[in-house]
């Protein structure tokens, strides 16, 4: 697996929400999620270490690392 250029990455994607713990984008161009290869649905950027996610969904979820912080994609079920 190629190493995640999160810049490369975000900039296809549109930005929905900041909190203290988080970052979050919407993919809305149908980006193929790098660990997996299918279309997610969200790109979570984790600012704190650790971090809680509070999901509201049951999802599916795959993760990277990209400079030294966890990025996580949301796949609904
Ligand atoms: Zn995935």
Known sequence: MDDIDLDELVSSLTFREENEAIKSYQNTVAVA??????????????KENPASLNL???????????????VIFTHKK
Do not use: E, I, M, T
């Open 33 to 46: 999620c790098p660990a997996c290869d299918s279309q997610f649905d969200d790109l979570v950027v984790c």
């Open 56 to 70: 509201s969904k049951q999802l599916d979820l795959c993760v990277g690392s990209a400079d030294d912080q966890v």
